[in-house]
């Protein structure tokens, strides 16, 4: 396998032309290729060109999750996400632009079942185990978006920008449907450089595991408040974070047989995230 080391945006654009792929902290890539998921003949290290760093309401993509968590002047929302995500070491190396591209933690997927995001025709989640699964449009795929730090970013009305365009980070995501199984509209060879947040009044992130410290969430739920109100957004209840307008969205669920109880920790959370703000 050969490593690539381009010192510019546009020299790394060409480099992922060819199926090279994006390496930057390497928490997600290395286990993918270590799982035979991802088998490229390139990688492209991308941390000289993609920049780092913290200021108000800007965010350099390469920046770790352990750089946010302890920045005062991250929003609660970012910190708490970033604190909650994971553990201090992939912290340490997990970057937030990454962590944004982060595949599902589907055990299905990861164990290569030929499941319809592998292309095939079945869920096995939806006709096995799915208790970890989505309890919102999970009628494709029921796989549960992993990233904390995303429905922190939706919350915060955050901006994306890549090599190519500025894009609402609700743009960044898409439901996988028979035509097109992808879950990110970020296309080959683009790449996440920056993100803009609008700071909030008051912000929080919420999250509930499995065991107190190193588990993905059952259900995460951040809440930041404006002038103009109060947005809230999920993870761990569908295929990708998700936006709520009010408390009342969350009866629009469909769980699976064995998944009901995420949506009373979702109704409990939003609950408790917005008296958090208030
Ligand atoms: C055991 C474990 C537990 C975890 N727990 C949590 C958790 O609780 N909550 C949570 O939110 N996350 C969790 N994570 C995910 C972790 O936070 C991410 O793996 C990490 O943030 C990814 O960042 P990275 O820089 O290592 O990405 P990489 O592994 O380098 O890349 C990940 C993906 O993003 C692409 N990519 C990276 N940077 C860019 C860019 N700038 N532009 C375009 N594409 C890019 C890569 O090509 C790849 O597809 C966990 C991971 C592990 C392994
Ligand atoms: S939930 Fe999605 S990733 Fe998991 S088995 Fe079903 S189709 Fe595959």
Redesign the pocket.
């Known amino acids: 396998m050969e490593l690539l080391r381009p010192e510019s945006a546009e020299a790394a654009a060409s480099a992922l032309a060819n199926g090279a ?9 290395v ?1 993918l290729i270590r799982e035979g998921i991802l088998a490229p003949e390139t990688l492209v290290q ?1 941390d000289q060109v ?1 920049p780092k760093g913290i200021r108000s309401g800007w965010i350099g ?1 390469g920046t770790t ?1 352990g750089e946010l968590e302890v920045d005062p002047q991250m929003p609660a929302a970012l910190r708490e996400a970033c604190s909650l ?2 553990s201090p070491q ?1 912290r340490a ?3 937030i ?3 944004l ?2 595949a599902t933690r589907c055990w299905y997927w990861r164990l290569r079942f030929p499941c319809r995001l592998h292309g095939g025709d079945r869920c096995f989640a939806r006709e096995g185990e799915h208790r970890e699964h989505a309890i919102l449009a999970n009628d494709f795929c029921a796989s549960a978006h ?4 995303a429905a922190a970013l939706h919350a915060l009305s955050a901006t994306v920008v890549t090599d190519r365009r500025r894009l609402p980070i609700a743009e960044v995501y898409r439901l996988p449907s028979e035509d097109d199984r992808r879950t990110t509209t ?1 296309q080959t060879g ?3 450089l920056e993100l803009e947040y609008q700071p909030p009044v008051a912000s929080t992130y919420l999250k509930a595991m499995d065991r107190n410290r190193y ?3 059952l259900v995460g739920v951040a809440a930041a408040r404006y002038e103009s109100g109060t947005r809230l957004a999920l993870t761990g209840v569908a295929p990708i974070p998700w936006v709520i307008e009010t408390p009342a969205d969350l009866e629009r669920a469909t769980p699976l047989p064995r998944n009901a109880y995420k949506l009373e920790i979702a109704t409990a959370l939003v609950r408790r995230a917005l008296e958090a703000v208030a």
């Open positions: 792929v994006a390496l930057a902290g390497g928490t997600e890539v286990p991308i993609v993509g999750l995500a994971a992939l190396m997990g970057t632009a990454g962590n591209l982060q992993p990233s904390d730090v970020i683009e790449l996440i588990a993905f969430a």
